[in-house]
């Protein structure tokens, strides 16, 4: 029969089968090669969305075997916290950026009550204990550091430290984040310290006369700030100028991840994860691949969570969490994403004083 026609033509048998089975080959050949084609188009699609990660992020955190048992005292109106491990190789002060304080290196204990630990703080001192420095945090006289009275009694603080815990003949090393970093950019002129990090900040070093033995810098920021990026490129070009040795690590921005988030934050269920990232997404806080629009600053997502009834206003790992969707957003936060860079950056400088 032909379609489309009123006419009617009787085909032998033997002619309509071979038809029918020329006709059925040809369509199982047409179907085999859609699917070989939707294969590799998922296989290409699924290699397009490993690269649009750059950032390789750790799976598991590192197994540690050191413990917290930090020792705390107030002087000269501020509070100091450290811990030194057995047969400490080196010193390590670490200035804190903005709203952020010494307790907040350190988990809560005994020696600590008032102790917070936040997640990306906790795991770089963890990671310095482990390597047998001691660590030094001392928390800023206001919001903020300043760099008259403070830094006067930030040096006079180092020194008495180091003197009455016999540590005077170790390297001495110093982190700072943000506003931390502008403040060890200048401390670095007052302190002789044999290699400094300058974390998410390009220093003051248009503000301070750079001495000759000024310390090897390495400067650790987010790419996507790129006015912090570019004033810390011509920072650097300045200190090469001086024969000082620079070197910068990049840290680029990746979606953020339930499992990621419960690793990284103690005490943070993995269930409760697997909801926040769901609500990120039904709110809008998610673009299409997954990366957050704003940082954990510009969104509400406490708000609704709570609006969810999955936590209370109460909710004591708010800071926490809200530490690591900065982190995931890659603006402006602390990192220790890249501690292995950093301790190595500092122990390939271990001359001592």
């Not at 009617?8 to 070989?36: D, Y």
């Not at 945090?137 to 903020?144: A, D, K, P, V, Y």
């Not at 004033?231 to 070197?247: D, T, W």
Request: overall charge negative; charged content about 25%; hydrophobic content about 40%.
């Amino acid at each position: 029969m032909w379609i489309g026609s009123e006419k009617t033509t009787r085909i032998p048998f033997q002619s309509s089968f071979k038809s029918r089975l020329i006709v059925l080959s040809s369509l199982g050949l047409i179907l085999f090669a859609s699917l070989l084609l939707i294969k590799q188009n998922t296989n290409s699609q699924s290699e397009i969305k490993t690269l649009e990660n750059p950032q390789r992020l750790p799976q598991n955190l590192p197994t540690f075997s050191t413990k917290f048992n930090p020792s705390l005292y107030h002087t000269n109106g501020t509070e100091v916290i450290y811990q030194i491990p057995n047969s400490p190789k080196a010193v390590l002060f670490i200035a804190h950026g903005c709203t952020i304080n010494a307790y907040d290196f350190w988990d809560k204990s005994p020696n600590c009550p008032h102790c917070t630990g936040l997640p990306e703080e906790r795991i770089f001192v963890l990671q310095a204990l482990e390597r047998n420095m001691a660590v030094l945090t001392i928390s800023s006289l206001g919001e903020c550091w300043t760099f008259k009275r403070e830094m006067e009694n930030v040096e006079w603080i180092i020194h008495n430290w180091i003197q009455s815990n016999k540590l005077g003949d170790l390297p001495k090393f110093a982190i700072g984040a943000s506003s931390g970093g502008y403040f060890v950019s200048a401390l670095a002129t007052k302190v002789e310290f044999s290699s400094i990090c300058i974390m998410i900040a390009e220093g003051v070093f248009e503000q301070i006369d750079i001495p000759k033995n000024y310390p090897p810098t390495l400067f650790v920021h987010m790419v996507k700030d790129k006015i912090r990026a570019s004033a810390i490129g011509s920072n650097m070009a300045e200190l090469m100028e001086k024969e000082i040795e620079v070197k910068e690590i990049r840290c680029e921005e990746f979606p953020p991840d339930a499992g990621f988030l419960a690793k990284r934050v103690p005490g943070l269920e993995t269930e409760l994860t697997v909801k926040l990232i769901e609500v990120l997404g039904e709110k809008g806080f998610l673009d299409q691949k997954g990366y957050l629009k704003k940082d954990g600053r510009g969104i509400k997502w406490k708000e609704a969570l709570v609006e969810k009834k999955l936590i209370d206003e109460k909710f004591e790992l708010f800071r926490h969490i809200n530490e690591e969707l900065n982190l995931a957003f890659a603006y402006h936060e602390y990192t220790s994403l890249k501690n292995d860079e950093i301790f190595e950056w500092f122990e390939s400088h271990m001359k001592g004083n």
